[in-house]
């Protein structure tokens, strides 16, 4: 069952998701399989937002290298390169995540189709943080090769890890729920930038602050749980409210 | 709702408690002893921070209300509130900055977590204006200016937690926030101040909200006296659009 409802109770969306007995409505899982399988599908089969995610984040490592004058970066300023890099990078993603929906009319097909709506959330909020995962397996060893002075052992990269996932959770909800509202709008591609960058920022205060003592010079540090914890109660509320207002966005 | 009723009142109430408050930090609080005379721009820089947050989660709220009950007039309500605590926010940005000059011997200063996370919320909120402007279908702009203002005002204590967890204290803050708090005589000047700051956006926002009832009231008599072809439709603005009846 959605977020708050505000159509009157009579109306035809309510009488359909309230029969979640009534045989003719997806289960929301089913409807989550098939739109993830359509968007991964769409990424292989014409691969477009993940390899211009990928190289755009290397040469951004290569832009911060003749920027900041270095061959080597680590600690605060090395956590700072690695997270700038990935976060502008996922701008692109949020950019083009419902262009092809929004003009291909998929999105009024999902409309039509009698199931829940926040599946559209869940499966869109799921691709981006594949996408982002994939961008990651090649922009983090990038970094690593072409700007990281210090070389983390395994555990290190562990816990960069667990911070990418919490990171990129939140990076996924709000981009979803960006992108979304963007798609809508004349200035689609200005905008997403300018709403997602604030709203993003206590992700980068967490995934900085957690990654320096990771990257540090004097040999990797653990990460301070702290800001794991900022992490999760940012996913936590964005997903609250991804989930709740979600609904309000591809009403027509 | 008629805005108009006992503006004049209200308006005559403001300016007495501004005025009786600012003229009571001057003569009556005491001078700082470590900031001297700057630190009266407290009595303006606080109240103002206060009442733009506030102004901001009451636009959030309105925008809940416009949700669940769809009517227009909720959203016009967060409109006006979001824009007026956005002049509010750069009259903070500046007076915080001056302050910061004053006592810190800096413009900006990055490691005053208020100032920081003020500044973070107004780059979010002015995006509010030119979202709303690029959606040219009217009640899309409406729905769409609700999602993102219940979510900034979501946003506002989320963000005012991280960007404090992240900075030392490196600076004595005007609040003890262990100790005591406000010292008697100042605590008077400040919250005068800060009622009449209140009062002062509660009657701007009373204003803007007769004006854009009372325009929208004359097009639509217009209309009905002239006919439909004589008043020229509204064109594209960010501002919200009124049932005229």
Same mark, same amino acid.
């Given at each position: 069952?959605?977020?708050?409802?505000?159509?009157?109770?009579?109306?035809?969306?309510?009488?359909?998701?309230?029969?979640?007995?009534?045989?003719?409505?997806?289960?929301?899982?089913?409807?989550?399989?098939?739109?993830?399988?359509?968007?991964?599908?769409?990424?292989?089969?014409?691969?477009?937002?993940?390899?211009?995610?990928?190289?755009?984040?290397?040469?951004?490592?290569?832009?911060?290298?003749?920027?900041?004058?270095?061959?080597?970066?680590?600690?605060?300023?090395?956590?700072?390169?690695?997270?700038?890099?990935?976060?502008?990078?996922?701008? *692109?993603?949020?950019?083009?995540?419902?262009?092809?929906?929004?003009?291909?009319?998929?999105?009024?097909?999902?409309?039509?189709?009698?199931?829940?709506?926040?599946?559209?959330?869940?499966?869109?909020?799921?691709?981006?943080?594949?996408?982002?995962?994939?961008?990651?397996?090649?922009?983090?060893?990038?970094?690593?090769?072409?700007?990281?002075?210090?070389?983390?052992?395994?555990?290190?990269?562990?816990?960069?890890?667990?911070?990418?996932?919490?990171?990129?959770?939140?990076?996924?909800?709000?981009?979803?729920?960006?992108?979304?509202?963007?798609?809508?709008?004349?200035?689609?591609?200005?905008?997403?930038?300018?709403?997602?960058?604030?709203?993003?920022?206590?992700?980068?205060?967490?995934?900085?602050?957690?990654?320096?003592?990771?990257?540090?010079?004097?040999?990797?540090?653990?990460?301070?749980?702290?800001?794991?914890?900022?992490?999760?109660?940012?996913?936590?509320?964005?997903?609250? *409210?991804?989930?709740?207002?979600?609904?309000?966005?591809?009403?027509? | 709702?008629?805005?108009?009723?006992?503006?004049?009142?209200?308006?005559?109430?403001?300016?007495?408690?501004?005025?009786?408050?600012?003229?009571?930090?001057?003569?009556?609080?005491?001078?700082?002893?470590?900031?001297?005379?700057?630190?009266?721009?407290?009595?303006?820089?606080?109240?103002?921070?206060?009442?733009?947050?506030?102004?901001?989660?009451?636009?959030?709220?309105?925008?809940?209300?416009?949700?669940?009950?769809?009517?227009?007039?909720?959203?016009?309500?967060?409109? #006006?509130?979001?824009?007026?605590?956005?002049?509010?926010? =750069?009259?903070?940005?500046?007076?915080?900055?001056?302050?910061?000059?004053?006592?810190?011997?800096?413009?900006?200063?990055?490691?005053?977590?208020?100032?920081?996370?003020?500044?973070?919320?107004?780059?979010?909120?002015?995006?509010?204006?030119?979202?709303?402007?690029?959606?040219?279908?009217?009640?899309?702009?409406?729905?769409?200016?609700? #999602?993102? =203002?219940?979510?900034?005002?979501?946003?506002?204590?989320?963000?005012?937690?991280?960007?404090?967890?992240?900075?030392?204290?490196?600076?004595?803050?005007?609040?003890?926030?262990?100790?005591?708090? +406000?010292?008697?005589?100042?605590?008077?000047?400040?919250?005068?101040? +800060?009622?009449?700051?209140?009062?002062?956006?509660?009657?701007?926002?009373?204003?803007?909200?007769?004006?854009?009832?009372?325009?929208?009231?004359?097009?639509?008599?217009?209309?009905?006296?002239?006919?439909?072809?004589?008043?020229?439709?509204?064109?594209?603005?960010? =501002?919200?659009?009124?049932?005229?009846?």
């Amino acid at each position: 069952m959605s977020a708050p409802t505000s159509t009157p109770p009579a109306g035809g969306r309510d009488a359909v998701a309230e029969g979640a007995a009534s045989p003719r409505l997806v289960p929301m899982r089913a409807a989550v399989r098939a739109l993830l399988r359509k968007e991964l599908g769409l990424e292989l089969r014409a691969p477009q937002a993940v390899p211009a995610m990928a190289l755009f984040s290397v040469t951004t490592l290569v832009v911060f290298h003749f920027a900041l004058q270095r061959g080597e970066v680590a600690g605060d300023l090395g956590a700072g390169v690695l997270w700038v890099t990935l976060l502008f990078a996922a701008m *692109l993603g949020i950019s083009r995540l419902f262009v092809a929906d929004h003009e291909e009319g998929g999105l009024d097909g999902f409309l039509l189709a009698p199931t829940d709506r926040t599946a559209m959330l869940v499966a869109k909020a799921l691709a981006l943080f594949a996408f982002l995962a994939v961008v990651e397996v090649v922009a983090v060893p990038a970094f690593a090769l072409l700007l990281l002075g210090p070389a983390p052992d395994a555990g290190a990269y562990a816990q960069l890890a667990a911070l990418l996932a919490l990171a990129d959770a939140g990076i996924a909800l709000v981009g979803t729920l960006v992108g979304a509202m963007a798609v809508q709008t004349r200035a689609r591609d200005l905008l997403v930038p300018l709403m997602a960058l604030p709203l993003l920022i206590p992700v980068v205060i967490g995934a900085a602050k957690g990654s320096t003592p990771l990257l540090s010079d004097a040999g990797a540090r653990a990460v301070e749980v702290r800001w794991l914890l900022v992490l999760g109660l940012y996913d936590l509320v964005f997903g609250l *409210l991804a989930y709740a207002l979600f609904d309000y966005l591809i009403e027509d | 709702m008629l805005y108009g009723t006992r503006l004049r009142a209200l308006s005559i109430a403001t300016f007495v408690t501004l005025t009786g408050g600012l003229a009571l930090a001057f003569f009556y609080a005491p001078m700082d002893a470590d900031q001297g005379f700057m630190q009266k721009i407290f009595y303006v820089h606080v109240p103002m921070a206060i009442v733009a947050l506030c102004g901001f989660v009451f636009g959030g709220v309105m925008a809940i209300q416009h949700l669940r009950t769809r009517d227009s007039r909720y959203d016009l309500r967060s409109y #006006v509130a979001i824009h007026l605590s956005l002049i509010l926010g =750069a009259g903070v940005l500046l007076t915080g900055a001056i302050w910061a000059k004053a006592s810190w011997g800096h413009w900006w200063v990055w490691d005053e977590p208020t100032l920081v996370s003020f500044l973070i919320v107004f780059l979010l909120y002015a995006t509010y204006q030119p979202m709303r402007f690029s959606i040219e279908d009217r009640e899309k702009q409406a729905r769409y200016a609700s #999602v993102f =203002a219940i979510t900034a005002g979501a946003f506002v204590p989320l963000n005012f937690l991280a960007v404090r967890l992240a900075q030392a204290y490196t600076h004595p803050r005007v609040f003890a926030t262990t100790d005591g708090g +406000l010292p008697a005589r100042m605590q008077l000047p400040f919250y005068l101040c +800060l009622a009449g700051m209140a009062l002062l956006y509660v009657t701007l926002w009373r204003y803007e909200m007769t004006s854009k009832h009372t325009s929208a009231q004359l097009r639509a008599l217009r209309r009905k006296l002239a006919g439909d072809d004589a008043v020229a439709p509204a064109g594209r603005t960010a =501002a919200p659009s009124l049932p005229t009846t």
